[in-house]
Nanobody
Framework: VRFVESGGGLVQPGGSLRLSCAAS????????MRWYRQAPGKERELVAH????????NYADSVKGRFTISRDNVKKTVYLQMNILKPEDTAVYYC???????WGQGTQVTVSS
């Protein structure tokens, strides 16, 4: 099982980024996928969740209305579109499959002027 996150970087407040996570080693369409983030000195927190079948989504209150999770089951990739970014969104972002004990290396997102 492998997850490879990409798309992070430095962005000014109010800007946008789109994260991607390429997954392999398991039946991608059969699993819900999640994005988590971890800021320095803080615990890892769940940001967004998307089911494997219906595509239903859930978001942390802190990102609701600004972030959108989506998936492409053919490409075995999950995305996180992040808009109206705030300095408090600065963190390393990770993707994972719900109920699988594997993580990628993460991608750093820094929101700063």
């Amino acid at each position: 099982v492998r997850f490879v996150e990409s798309g992070g970087g430095l962005v000014q407040p109010g800007g946008s980024l789109r994260l991607s996570c390429a997954a392999s080693g398991f039946t991608f369409s059969g699993y819900a996928m999640r994005w988590y983030r971890q800021a320095p000195g803080k615990e890892r927190e769940l940001v967004a969740h998307i089911s494997g079948t219906t595509g239903s989504t859930n978001y942390a209150d802190s990102v609701k209305g600004r972030f959108t999770i989506s998936r492409d089951n053919v490409k075995k990739t999950v995305y996180l579109q992040m808009n109206i970014l705030k300095p408090e969104d600065t963190a390393v972002y990770y993707c994972t499959a719900f109920a699988l004990p594997y993580w990628g290396q993460g991608t750093q997102v820094t929101v700063s002027s």
